[in-house]
């Protein structure tokens, strides 16, 4: 780590400790040459997880892409973005927990309709009619009468 002053590459560590999200550790440095004191942070080094599209096609991951989806989903329901955005960290979560960095679209879109079915029925319909592309009203009604089972 260089000094911002002097840009010496030796200094010492005087305090450490979590930040606020504990996302990652704060230093309070002092440099060996001049004597300044600068914070540095440590983060882990986050790998990117691709999803893989239908047409073999790959995107990074993206919060908001599922966010506009979900709120299309709960649009007029009692739901909270909070809750919307647990349920999409839940997700990354288990990904990065699992070791992927790839994963299909309609893997995550099951992911997406096991945790949407406790939030909120009509919502999971609603994603599912997407996700799963129904062809016709038949599809749709199989769909209803599976959740009814339940």
Same mark, same amino acid.
């Given at each position: 780590m260089h000094c911002p002053k002097c840009g010496c590459d030796v200094s010492k560590v005087v305090d450490s400790r979590s930040s606020e999200g504990n996302d990652a550790i704060r230093r309070r440095r002092e440099c060996i040459g001049c004597q300044t004191r600068? &914070? &540095?942070?440590? !983060?882990?080094?986050?790998? +990117?997880? %691709? $999803?893989? =599209? =239908?047409?073999? &096609? @790959?995107? +990074?991951?993206?919060?908001? @892409?599922? !966010? !506009?989806? %979900? $709120? *299309? *989903?709960t649009i007029k329901r009692s739901i909270d973005l909070n809750r919307i955005n647990q349920l999409i960290d839940s997700i990354e979560t288990e990904l990065r927990d699992n070791g992927k960095t790839e994963i299909t679209s309609q893997e995550i879109g099951m992911r997406v309709l096991q945790k949407l079915i406790d939030i909120d029925k009509v919502a999971y319909v609603r994603f599912a009619s997407v996700y799963r592309d129904f062809k016709d009203v038949e599809e749709f009604s199989e769909e209803l009468r599976s959740l009814s089972n339940e």
């Amino acid at each position: 780590m260089h000094c911002p002053k002097c840009g010496c590459d030796v200094s010492k560590v005087v305090d450490s400790r979590s930040s606020e999200g504990n996302d990652a550790i704060r230093r309070r440095r002092e440099c060996i040459g001049c004597q300044t004191r600068f &914070t &540095t942070y440590e !983060r882990r080094e986050e790998m +990117p997880i %691709l $999803v893989i =599209k =239908k047409d073999g &096609t @790959k995107e +990074p991951f993206s919060h908001e @892409k599922l !966010r !506009r989806g %979900l $709120v *299309a *989903a709960t649009i007029k329901r009692s739901i909270d973005l909070n809750r919307i955005n647990q349920l999409i960290d839940s997700i990354e979560t288990e990904l990065r927990d699992n070791g992927k960095t790839e994963i299909t679209s309609q893997e995550i879109g099951m992911r997406v309709l096991q945790k949407l079915i406790d939030i909120d029925k009509v919502a999971y319909v609603r994603f599912a009619s997407v996700y799963r592309d129904f062809k016709d009203v038949e599809e749709f009604s199989e769909e209803l009468r599976s959740l009814s089972n339940e």
